[in-house]
C-alpha cells in the first residue's frame, strides 16, 4: 500500500504563496486519484483539491479554485498543491490522501484510503 508523507506547510502572510508536497512511499501514485483535504479548527475537514490521474480530471473547490493548482511529478512519486494569493481564511491543516473516487465521489473523504498525518498552514499578519 502507499504511505504518504505530506509537507510544506508553514506560516505565511495574506496574499503569500506556499508549495505543499506529498511523498508516496511504497509505491508511486500511478492509478490513483491524489486528493487534498483540509480541517479548520473547529470545522470538519472539507475538500480542497483533487487529481484523478497524471494529466487527468482535475477538481478544485469553489474556494481555491484560481488560486491553488495540484500537480504531480512525472515519476509519480510526489504531488504538489501550489497555494497562492492566500487568506486568512485558508488556515488548516492540509492532508493529501489517495484513493481511486468516481466522479460522483471525488469531493468525498470516503473515496480515499490512505492519508498523510497533515501539514499547518497558517496565514496571518
Known amino acids: 500500500q502507499v504511505q504518504l508523507a505530506d509537507a510544506g506547510g508553514g506560516l505565511v502572510q495574506p496574499g503569500g504563496s506556499l508549495r505543499l508536497s506529498c511523498a508516496a512511499s511504497g509505491g508511486t501514485f500511478s492509478g490513483y486519484a491524489v486528493g487534498w483535504f483540509r480541517q479548520a479548527p473547529g470545522k470538519e475537514r472539507e475538500f480542497v483539491a483533487t487529481n484523478r490521474w497524471r494529466g487527468g480530471t482535475t477538481v478544485y473547490s469553489e474556494s481555491v479554485k484560481g488560486r491553488f493548482t495540484i500537480s504531480r511529478d512525472g515519476a509519480e512519486n510526489t504531488a504538489y498543491l501550489q497555494m497562492n494569493s492566500l487568506l486568512p481564511e485558508d488556515t488548516a491543516v492540509y492532508y493529501c490522501?489517495?484513493?481511486?473516487?468516481?466522479?460522483?465521489?471525488?469531493?468525498?473523504?470516503?473515496?480515499?484510503?490512505?492519508w498523510g498525518q497533515g501539514t499547518q498552514v497558517t496565514v496571518s499578519s
Open positions: 490522501a489517495v484513493g481511486r473516487p468516481i466522479m460522483s465521489t471525488i469531493r468525498k473523504e470516503s473515496a480515499y484510503y490512505n
